[in-house]
């Protein structure tokens, strides 16, 4: 009976690889069409970058730098949101914001913050305090290449009210290196190949653009400000839901954003996967049923893993399903590493499976009863005044 339910679960697990492959093409066509129709990009709408930093005071003066670069004709603000830091994030932005023809603006956070999510508070007071008709976001370790807005700017084809942009791993050296930029990799295919098939599940705020007038027609972030962290799928997933407006997602190379390797250290990676899964863990109607399934099939992997370590020997069909997991999961992250310009190790790849199966099944539960932290909770500090008149 294991066997069937294992065989079973194999297959409808390479039958969701090969719709993710799909959508990956779909989303790398739909993004090399909106390359070759530039008047979409032709009204040059208004454009507010929204940063959210607390203690970033090394990564944030590299990524406004970068921000400063952009090659974008139309209107654009960089609007900073110190999130109560205790170092000299606040001062690095000023610095950004004095140099000449700079329209970097900052705000402070909100004390108490408005929501349970702090980052949640940060992003609302940002975009509370921009101008721009479109809104991009990523975060303060992120680099983003010259070409960035103006390349996001023109996905924005009818219809598209969202927009979900890849981010690579810097410092992929050395083992650890190797098996995150297979991680970002994998999760980067899982949103990308799913928006390409019109069901968006997976996207990351480090580059994650919105139209304002999605983000107000669904009342802000205040319909998911109970939910520790997801700024950024959840509120698409609520896009999705409650709205008509269309996601995509740019595959485009001069549009990835470049972002730390993590956080140091493996408590700090170990707390930032837990926190990542409890996303997962709240997805609700056709999601929540694919994701009980992987969980099962990944929990069967795990009883033939402890069978072959007790018997010492392995049951073919577990083998068989193991197996043939690698194999599609390296041509889904190859197919995706093809499209953004990146070789992941895929020697490593066997190593990563043996770490997914205790993160599908602990980490997911984990994350659902909320055993992770955020960065400890800063000192209040006195909200910043924007330099120039709120719209």
């Known amino acids: 009976m294991l066997d069937l339910l294992l065989a079973g679960l194999g297959l409808a697990y390479l039958g969701a690889i090969a719709w993710l492959a799909l959508g990956v093409r779909r989303a790398a066509a739909a993004t090399a069409a909106a390359g070759a129709r530039p008047d979409l990009a032709a009204s040059l709408p208004s454009v507010s970058i929204v940063v959210a930093a607390r203690d970033e005071e090394a990564a944030l003066g590299p990524c406004l730098e970068s921000l400063r670069r952009q090659e974008y004709g139309g209107p654009l603000e960089v609007v900073v949101v110190d999130d109560g830091s205790t170092d000299g994030t606040a001062e690095v932005a000023r610095q950004q914001a004095a140099l000449p023809g700079a329209a970097v603006w900052l705000v402070g956070a909100p004390e108490p913050p408005a929501f349970r999510c702090r980052k949640k508070s940060a992003l609302a007071a940002g975009i509370a305090a921009s101008t721009g008709e479109l809104l991009l976001f990523t975060d303060a370790d992120c680099r983003a290449p010259s070409s960035w807005v103006g390349s996001t700017v023109a996905r924005f084809g009818p219809g598209v009210g969202l927009v979900a942009g890849y981010a690579t791993r810097r410092g992929s050296a050395g083992l650890r290196g190797g098996l995150v930029q297979l991680d970002n990799l994998m999760v980067a295919a899982l949103g990308a190949g799913s928006t390409g098939m019109g069901q968006l599940l997976s996207c990351t705020g480090r580059n994650l653009a919105y139209r304002r007038a999605v983000y107000d027609q669904v009342g802000g972030f205040s319909r998911i400000g109970h939910l520790v962290g997801g700024d950024d799928v959840y509120f698409a997933r609520l896009v999705a839901a409650e709205t008509d407006w269309l996601a995509a997602y740019h595959l485009a190379r001069d549009a990835a954003v470049q972002s730390d390797a993590g956080p140091p250290g493996l408590s700090g990676l170990l707390n930032q996967k837990v926190r990542h899964a409890a996303k997962a863990a709240r997805y609700g109607g056709g999601a929540r049923l694919a994701g009980a399934l992987a969980y099962l099939y990944h929990f069967l992997i795990a009883l033939g893993a402890a069978q072959v370590l007790g018997w010492g020997h392995a049951p073919v069909v577990w083998a068989a399903a193991w197996g043939s997991k690698w194999v599609a999961d390296a041509f889904l992250v190859a197919q995706l590493g093809r499209r953004v310009g990146e070789r992941p190790r895929l020697a490593l790849l066997p190593l990563l499976e043996l770490v997914y199966i205790p ?33």
């Open 359 to 391: 993160y599908v099944l602990l980490f997911t539960v984990a994350g659902r009863l909320g055993l992770f932290r955020w960065k400890a909770s800063p000192v209040p500090v006195p909200p910043a005044r924007r330099p120039h008149p709120q719209a």
